[in-house]
């Protein structure tokens, strides 16, 4: 090929190469563009060649792309770089240059790596979400407590989507409202205090209609009422909503809201569809377990209740005067407090006392009601009560902590107590504490075989005893108590 025949071939090749291919002169007027670089750049060739850059796009002298090229234009250098612009449309390029000193000036040689970078995004992206999604499992999973939860939700939604407000709203099945229940974002405590009906408004209707709504510009949306009035006072321009389903049930709406007009891509909107779909099963779960910690409850206030009522009975039947239980039971965990036992021993020192002679049952009333002194037989019976009361109570696992001042409160400090005739600190702390306000209590109290004892005597009697029936600490605990 002679020179001039190489010259076309090349210049053909050039002209309809699929990359961007220009010649700028040394004062920035076109001297050779190729078909893409027009495609590109939206324009004719006409509208190019002969023109100075700045002429054509204005104000590109200002920009970093053309300081590169006015110092490879001076210095006689080659460079490459990332030109990211924005169309006039309104969407994003991004080109990959190669700047090439030439004797006329330079030439520009651009790459479309337009796609390329949007794919990395893509997948940047996505793996945000992923982290977000985690990041929100996490939090289910690591609460109990919904209001903890939904912090953690709105919060990674907020971030996800780049939204400014969060807002979730519960639906109430007796009132079909739907009510705020937690926002992030938000200006005006408004936000917070925003309730409606099903179907009414755009959140009314993704619960009504059980899908998203999507009011990508609120301004030209033309809705009305005092919703909107909240949604001016946080200047939303942009509201989608999306309803809370979990076993097909509604739950409620979260709603997205920014600051700027927005039109979604898929991709957004089935992220936005995803963490509904979380926050669905976080409300659902923890409802769940307040439900159960409810029913716990009443089982527990159901017992407590029960215990209360057998107490009674057995003060009844003892003849005992109105409130002799109660009162030892106070004082009791008066003392324990004191003696430093812990809260969760409470509970079961508690039950122990309501029933600490609930053994007595296994006592026939001729001994139990006798008017005077019992005989050794009798005494026999009477002694086996704290027994019977292990017997009645070690079966029944939530009593099982509470024996010990059933079973032990007539042991005494000296080892000659029953019904094992345990010593010193083999009797339990609780059942040593209890046994001194029982006999305390007892003697204050008519009983069938005497009448009560005046008071002084009795806090006396109970001194005398201390080192022999009694540990002697509970007897000092006792009279500080007394004292009080
Ligand atoms: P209780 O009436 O609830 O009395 C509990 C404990 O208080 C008695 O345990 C005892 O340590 C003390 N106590 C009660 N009354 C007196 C009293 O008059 N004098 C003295 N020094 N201490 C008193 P204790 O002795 O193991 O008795 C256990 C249960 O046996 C009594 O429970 C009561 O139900 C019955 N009991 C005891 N003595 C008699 C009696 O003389 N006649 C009858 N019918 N029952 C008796
Ligand atoms: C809602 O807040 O759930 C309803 C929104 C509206 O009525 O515009
Ligand atoms: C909302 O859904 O929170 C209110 C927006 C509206 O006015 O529809
Ligand atoms: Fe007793
Ligand atoms: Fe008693």
């Excluded at 000193?101 to 520009?108: A, E, M, S």
């Excluded at 508690?350 to 600490?356: D, E, K, M």
Aim: with cysteine; proline share 4%; aromatic share 8%.
């Amino acid at each position: 090929m002679d020179t001039q025949r190489t010259g076309d071939y090349f210049k053909d090749i050039l002209d309809h190469l699929l990359e961007d291919c220009q010649i700028i002169g040394f004062d920035w007027r076109y001297l050779y563009v190729n078909d893409a670089v027009a495609r590109h750049g939206r324009k004719e060739k006409s509208e190019l060649l002969g023109q100075r850059m700045m002429d054509v796009y204005p104000g590109i002298d200002d920009t970093p792309i053309f300081r590169l090229l006015a110092q490879c234009m001076e210095t006689r250098t080659s460079a490459r770089m990332l030109n990211e612009f924005v169309y006039p449309d309104g969407s994003k390029g991004c080109f990959d240059l190669s700047i090439q000193p030439i004797p006329d000036g330079l030439f520009i040689l651009s790459l479309d790596i337009t796609e390329h970078k949007q794919a990395k995004e893509l997948i940047e992206t996505q793996l945000r979400r992923l982290a977000i999604l985690r990041a929100i499992d996490l939090a289910i999973l690591g609460s109990t407590d919904l209001r903890l939860a939904l912090k953690t939700i709105l919060e990674e939604t907020k971030a996800g989507l780049e939204a400014d407000i969060v807002q979730v709203e519960l639906y109430n099945p007796h009132t079909f409202m739907i009510e705020t229940a937690a926002a992030i974002g938000n200006r005006s405590r408004d936000m917070e205090r925003i309730s409606v009906s099903l179907g009414e408004g755009v959140g009314g209707k993704a619960a009504l209609e059980r899908r998203t709504v999507a009011v990508p510009n609120l301004a030209d949306a033309g809705l009305a009422g005092p919703l909107i009035a909240v949604m001016a006072k946080e200047d939303a321009q942009a509201l989608y909503s999306t309803p809370l389903i979990a076993k097909g049930t509604l739950i409620g709406v979260i709603n997205v809201i920014l600051r700027s007009p927005f039109t979604a891509p898929q991709e957004w909107l089935d992220f936005f569809e995803t963490l509904a779909g979380q926050t669905s099963i976080a409300i659902e779960s923890a409802k769940a377990f307040e439900n159960l910690q409810r029913a716990n409850l009443d089982l527990k206030m159901a017992y407590e209740t029960t215990i209360e009522g057998w107490s009674r009975a057995l003060d009844l039947r003892d003849k005992e005067t109105e409130g002799h239980t109660l009162r030892v039971t106070e004082m009791t965990l008066k003392l324990t407090h004191m003696a430093g036992m812990t809260e969760d021993e409470f509970i079961h020192v508690r039950r122990g006392a309501l029933l600490h002679d609930i053994g007595k049952m296994g006592v026939p009333d001729h001994i139990l009601l006798k008017p005077g002194k019992l005989t050794d037989e009798e005494w026999v019976a009477m002694r086996k009560h704290p027994t019977f009361a292990f017997e009645l109570l070690s079966p029944i696992a939530f009593l099982r902590h509470a024996i010990d001042i059933p079973f032990c409160h007539h042991e005494k400090w000296d080892g000659s107590g029953y019904p094992r005739g345990l010593k010193g600190e083999e009797i339990p702390l609780a059942a040593r504490l209890f046994a001194v306000v029982d006999v305390w209590d007892a003697l204050r109290s008519d009983r069938p075989y005497r009448q009560g004892w005046p008071e002084e005597k009795v806090r006396e009697h109970i001194r005398t005893l201390a080192g022999t029936h009694f540990d002697p600490k509970a007897v000092e605990l006792f009279l500080r108590v007394l004292t009080l």
